[in-house]
C-alpha cells in the first residue's frame, strides 16, 4: 500500500496516508454532518453539524493511526523492523520488514492494536459522559465523542475475529504456531480462515443489497472483497516464503552487473549497452564508486527519441535512496518485503563498504523461485540453515 500524501515520521516510522483516505473522510463528514447528528441532536445550525462530521472524521482518523503505532513499536521493541505505516480506506497497514521470531512475539504484537482501539474507545467514552453530565446545551459535542467510543470498540471487536489478514487472525497463527511448532503451516491456516470469512461478509453484502440496504451491503461486501484478496496473497507468500527457505540473496543475485554514470546520455547508454547486451537494469555509480540510482529500460522507454540525446540517465534514474537494498548474506525472504516503489521490482546489492556487487530482478527471483521447486524433488533440505519465511505486510480492516 503506497503513501500518496506524506505526514513525516513519528517515532522514527515513516506515516502516510493513501489517497484513498480522502474517500472514507468525505463519507464520515457527509453522513455524519448531514445525516446522523442533525437526525439524533436536531436544533443545531448546519454549520455545527458539519464542523462535528469533521472532528469525528479526523480524530477517527487519528484514533486509527494510534491503532497503527501501537503495532509498529510493539513490533520493534520485539525486535522486527517497521518500514512504515499508511493508512488508507478500509483502514491502516503497518508493513513490517521480516516477521517476529516467536508465537509469544507474534501474539503481542496482533493484540496490541485492538487493545489500543479499545483504550480509545473507553477515553472517548468517558468523555462523552463528561460532556453530557457537566456542559449543558452540548449534546451535539457529547454525542460525536460517544460516537468515536462506539466506532473504536466495533474497530477493536471488528479486528479481533480469527481471520487473517485482521489481528485476531495472527492471534490465531500465533496460537497455531505454539501448538504446532510450524510458522508456515499456521499462517496458511489462518490465511485460508480469512479467506472464508471474506466470504461470508460478501454474501452478507449481497443480501443487504437486494433487501434494499444498499450501501451497507456494498460497504460489506468490499470488505469481504478485500479480506478474500488479501488472504489468499498472504497464503501464497507463505507458501513461497517456503519455498525459498535457507536461500541468501547472494543465492539469486546477478553479479557483476552493467554499470552507468550518472551523466551519461541515454543515447549514449542505448549505444553503448542497450543494443549489445539482453539487460533491463542499468545501475548507476558516480565517480567515486558510490551507488547513485537505477535506470530500467521502463524508463528509457518512456523518454521521447528527439530528447535522449540532451538527457542525462540520472535524470530519469530512481533515486538512490528509494531503491532497496541487501546485503549478499541476508535471507531473501527479508528482502523480498521492500521490493517494491520507483525500482520497478528491483533491488541493488551492496558490500560492507557501500559499493555494488550485484543485482536481484524479477527473472532472478523467477529462476530462483524454479531451482528451489527443482531442488525440493531431490533428496530433501541440504546446505544452508532454514530461514522463517516472509508473510507480507500487516493490514487492519476498519
Request: glycine share 12%; hydrophobic share 50%.
Amino acid at each position: 500500500m503506497r503513501s500518496s500524501i506524506p505526514l513525516g515520521r513519528i517515532g522514527g516510522v515513516r506515516v502516510g496516508l493513501n489517497i484513498s483516505v480522502l474517500v472514507i473522510v468525505a463519507i464520515l463528514v457527509f453522513g455524519l454532518g448531514f445525516g446522523r447528528f442533525p437526525a439524533v441532536f436536531p436544533g443545531y445550525p448546519r454549520a455545527a453539524y458539519v464542523l462535528a462530521g469533521v472532528a469525528a472524521a479526523v480524530l477517527f482518523m487519528a484514533s486509527l493511526l494510534a491503532h497503527e503505532l501501537a503495532h509498529a513499536i510493539m513490533a520493534r521493541h520485539e525486535g522486527v523492523e517497521v518500514s512504515r505505516i499508511t493508512l488508507w480506506l478500509l483502514g491502516g497497514v503497518a508493513e513490517l520488514r521480516g516477521e517476529p521470531r516467536s508465537p509469544g512475539a507474534d501474539l503481542k504484537i496482533a493484540v496490541v492494536g485492538p487493545a489500543t482501539s479499545l483504550l480509545a474507545g473507553v477515553v472517548f467514552g468517558a468523555i462523552a459522559l463528561l460532556i453530557s453530565g457537566l456542559v449543558s446545551g452540548a449534546a451535539l459535542a457529547g454525542g460525536m465523542f460517544a460516537y468515536l467510543a462506539g466506532v473504536n470498540v466495533l474497530l477493536a471487536l471488528f479486528n479481533l475475529v480469527p481471520a487473517a489478514p485482521l489481528d485476531g487472525g495472527r492471534v490465531l497463527r500465533a496460537i497455531l504456531w505454539a501448538r504446532w511448532h510450524d510458522r508456515a503451516r499456521a499462517a496458511i491456516a489462518a490465511a485460508r480462515a480469512g479467506r472464508w470469512f471474506g466470504y461470508v461478509l460478501i454474501a452478507v453484502g449481497f443480501l443487504q443489497v437486494v433487501t434494499g440496504r444498499s450501501f451497507d451491503g456494498l460497504w460489506l461486501a468490499l470488505i469481504g472483497l478485500f479480506l478474500v484478496n488479501a488472504a489468499s496473497a498472504e497464503e501464497q507468500q507463505t507458501r513461497l516464503g517456503t519455498v525459498l527457505h535457507g536461500i541468501r540473496v547472494a543465492d539469486a543475485m546477478s553479479g557483476h552487473p552493467v554499470v552507468a554514470s550518472p551523466d551519461e546520455t541515454i543515447s549514449g547508454l542505448i549505444e553503448r549497452v542497450v543494443m549489445r547486451h539482453r539487460l533491463s537494469t542499468y545501475p548507476l555509480v558516480a565517480p567515486d564508486g558510490t551507488f547513485a540510482g537505477l535506470v530500467t529500460l521502463n524508463r528509457i522507454r518512456r523518454v521521447e527519441p528527439e530528447r535522449r540525446g540532451a538527457t542525462r540517465l540520472a535524470d530519469i534514474a530512481c533515486p538512490p535512496q528509494e531503491v532497496p537494498r541487501a546485503r549478499p548474506e541476508e535471507p531473501l525472504t527479508d528482502l523480498l518485503a521492500r521490493m517494491e516503489g520507483c525500482a520497478d521490482g528491483r533491488a541493488v546489492v551492496l558490500d560492507p563498504a557501500g559499493r555494488l556487487v550485484g543485482l536481484l530482478t524479477p527473472t532472478d527471483i523467477s529462476r530462483t523461485i524454479q531451482m528451489a521447486d527443482l531442488r525440493a524433488t531431490l533428496s530433501g533440505p541440504r546446505g544452508a540453515d532454514l530461514a522463517p519465511p516472509y508473510h507480507g505486510d500487516h493490514r487492519d480492516a476498519a
